[in-house]
């Protein structure tokens, strides 16, 4: 099979318990790490073992970080 070109998380920052969640658009996946070197690497991880060697796996990974910004009046 052929290989995707790319797939996307999205990550974000927990500001109540700390660490970081990310969810991959339009497919299963979803991991999370204290810092974002971990997440980075749970994010790799995850990848590999969602797509079977046999599948089309993605030749890149694109961390998208969303931040949530709360303003008072």
Do not use: K, Q
Request: net charge negative; glycine share 8%; charged share 30%.
């Amino acid at each position: 099979m052929s290989s995707l070109s790319e797939i996307i998380f999205e990550v974000s920052e927990d500001e109540i318990d700390g660490g970081y969640s990310a969810s991959a658009l339009g497919y299963g996946i979803h991991t999370e790490g204290e810092t974002i070197d971990e997440v980075r690497s749970s994010v790799r991880e995850a990848v590999e073992c969602y797509f079977d060697e046999g599948d089309a796996r993605p030749r890149l990974i694109r961390l998208h970080f969303v931040r949530d910004e709360i303003l008072t009046l």
